[in-house]
């Protein structure tokens, strides 16, 4: 058996800065404030972090809006900080991760600035310039992701740009080997630096298709999203494959790529040995709400058919990646609600809610990313208005929404459900003001419940969320079982039942069986292989093979196939 590199055996968490913790008063998180709590993630077995972009930017999409690639944006403090965080990190065996975003940059980044001023500068062809249709019209009939036409009129060039995104990230043109050089020069400057890894944004869009034509509308308003438009355009590997032998090859790094609509049966050529990146980001078992595309009001919401659904996706990608690739294990991160709330119904008990979703993301195959707040078992917040929201996308989709004839409150349902913002709360770690996130006024609101559920609280209470993530982080870190879950084979248990997710992770002889009770109800299941086997992990105690209690989550350790 080959044997596993270091990002294989540890646990990742992700950062989301702004939100993190603020060492100024300023109202929003900085580098300084990561530093300060590289040995709070020591103690959930992090071995990297990863930090969503801190780069100068306008902030219109909270930093996935570039203006320079190799600086630091004043509001998270300076290269010095930043040099800091990287070197105190490697004292504690933690590499930091930077976010590259390579789709698009920000409409200020001086590159645009200056293929916008007019058709012959030198960087005329950096983006993805066309003319209008004979009647003015946008080139095609595209939506951004965020809502609103894909394409926005220049007067200077008399032409439209494209930008999968907002019109404030323009889309960079690939094609053009002077911008492929430029973003790997910017990406071996952080090599420089002593980053241990890259997570890649939106990579499955840099390949645009040969000829730009209108798509079948995918709503009232005539347009189509540009994602079932672009992503995956044949000839993307060429460029992909290009990146890694410029810049990853040869570095004892990671990468993992944010590549939705990548399918398991594709993986091969994404990752492992054969593949342009480590890891990659897929999303199978985070858009089951939606049939056709992130469209808002077309999503199902949380209906109990979810999961046999998680359970096949999450099986699926386990085997894509059996014997050749890796997966990240996630199910939040900036993007995303919170889990708790995600795979739940509403009258779940959250805190068990959070531990069976602990007990998946640490015992499944892959590497686990824990994105901030997670740990704690944070769920998704609904504040009043939209007005209220920061999230870019949660405004974009709520005008959908209204176009779509929505009442404002419908509208206002699915902001709740599916904002970003959910995710983007400032972090918890005390029971005082701002929960200790701020001295100042925070750039969102806290969580109303923040004293029960902070770091502080929670590091005192031996039942609590995050004490149950630092006993399972334990687990993986050293001793058989964490070779078992490191190495181990997936096996699915108990396919055809309906709500109870369950399987076997096996190394040699020894054998770790997780199972996990989504409903609020008790569930009797047959499993003869577990009656020698002791339980290692319990998220209600007194478990007992052949039961599970509601929302009950187990871990039982034992020789394999003892009594099957
Ligand atoms: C990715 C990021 C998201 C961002 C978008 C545009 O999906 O995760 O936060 O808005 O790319 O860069």
Redesign the pocket.
């Known amino acids: 058996m080959k044997d596993l590199k270091w990002w294989q055996k540890t646990n990742v968490y992700q950062v989301y800065p702004k939100s993190f913790l603020d060492t100024t008063g300023s109202g929003t998180g900085d580098l300084n404030g990561v530093t300060a709590k590289l040995d709070y993630l020591k103690t959930l077995g992090v071995g990297a972090v990863w930090l ?1 972009p801190v780069y100068p930017s306008p902030m219109v ?2 930093g ?2 570039i203006a320079d690639f190799t600086g630091i944006d004043p509001s998270y403090g300076t290269m010095a900080d930043m040099e800091r965080l990287i070197a105190e990190a490697k004292e504690r065996h933690i590499s930091i991760v930077m976010d590259l ?1 390579y ?2 940059t920000s409409d200020k980044h001086p590159w645009f600035v200056d293929s916008a001023a007019s058709r012959d500068s030198a960087h005329a062809d950096w983006y993805i310039w066309r003319d209008a249709k004979p009647n003015g019209e946008p080139p095609t009939n595209w939506r951004s ?1 965020f809502g609103g036409s894909a394409w926005t009129w220049c007067e200077a060039r008399q032409q439209y740009y494209l930008h999968t ?1 907002a019109s404030a ?1 323009p889309d960079l043109n690939w094609e053009n080997p002077a911008v492929r050089q430029a973003l790997y020069e910017a990406a071996n400057f952080w090599l420089g630096k002593g980053v241990g890894g890259f997570r890649i ?2 990579i499955v869009y840099i390949k645009k298709p040969p000829v730009f034509a209108d798509g079948e509308p995918d709503s009232d308003d005539g347009m189509v999203n540009v994602h079932s438009m672009i992503a995956n355009t044949p000839g993307i590997l060429d460029f992909l494959h290009e990146f890694k032998d410029k810049v990853f090859v040869g570095h004892d790094i990671f990468t993992v790529a ?1 590549a ?1 609509g990548v399918e398991p049966k594709d993986l091969d050529k994404w990752v492992g040995d054969k593949g342009a990146f480590d890891m990659l980001f897929e999303f199978s078992h985070t858009t089951l709400e939606f049939p056709s595309g992130e469209i808002w009001t077309q999503a199902t919401g949380y209906t109990p058919n979810l999961i046999p659904r998680l359970k096949k996706v999450l099986t699926d990608s386990q085997k894509a990646t059996a014997h050749n690739g890796w997966y990240p294990i996630f199910f939040e ?3 995303q609600m919170r889990c708790v709330d995600h795979y739940f119904p509403a009258e779940a008990d959250k805190k068990l809610a959070a531990k069976a979703m602990a007990t998946l993301i640490m015992t499944l195959r892959g590497t686990p990313f824990i994105y901030e707040g997670q740990e704690l078992g944070l769920g998704n917040v609904a504040w009043s208005s939209i007005q209220d929201y920061n999230d ?2 949660s405004h974009g989709q709520y005008q959908l929404a209204l176009g779509e004839g929505k009442s404002e409150s419908e509208a206002l349902r699915l902001v709740h459900r599916y904002s ?1 913002d959910n995710a983007r709360t400032p972090m918890q770690w005390t029971s005082e003001k701002n929960a200790g996130f701020t001295a100042g006024h925070p750039w969102l609101p806290v969580h109303a419940d923040f004293r029960e559920q902070c770091v502080e609280s929670e590091s005192l209470d031996e039942n609590s969320v995050l004490s149950f993530y630092r006993r399972l982080a334990k687990l993986r870190m050293g001793g058989e079982v964490a070779e078992v879950l490191q190495r181990g084979d997936f096996a699915e248990l108990l396919p055809k039942n309906a709500s109870i997710m369950a399987f076997k992770r096996q190394l040699g002889t020894t054998a770790v069986y997780t199972l996990v009770n989504f409903s609020g109800e008790m569930r009797a299941y047959d499993l003869p292989e577990l009656t020698e086997t002791k339980a290692i992990s319990e998220s209600i105690t007194g478990s007992q093979v052949g039961r599970l209690r509601p929302w009950e989550a187990v871990v039982y350790v034992g020789k394999a196939g003892a009594k099957s």
């Open positions: 969503t999409d909270n996935y809006d975003v789709n698009h992701i995104f990230q944004d939106a944010e939705n991160n900036h993007d870019i996308s970003r």
